[in-house]
């Protein structure tokens, strides 16, 4: 008995564009309401590109 597509998740179910669009949803709500954290998880651990979001977006807090 095979499972396998019982067990993906559900996001594979979702175009690229898709899954864009909910990232890019989310990284602008963390922006809005300041949530550097929330920002930060957006990113994988290590990022340059989520190292440099945060850094931006503390700069922007400081303003």
């Not at 597509?5 to 564009?17: G, K, N």
């Not at 990284?27 to 651990?45: E, I, N, Q």
């Not at 990022?47 to 303003?63: K, M, Q």
Request: charged share 20%; hydrophobic share 50%.
């Amino acid at each position: 008995m095979v499972l396998l597509p019982l067990l993906l998740p559900t996001a594979l179910a979702l175009t690229p564009v898709e899954v864009l669009d909910a990232w890019d949803e989310q990284r602008a709500a963390a922006w809005s309401a300041g949530d550097v954290a929330g920002l930060r998880s957006l990113y994988t651990p290590g990022s340059a590109a989520g190292r440099a979001d945060v850094t931006r977006r503390r700069g922007w807090c400081s303003t």
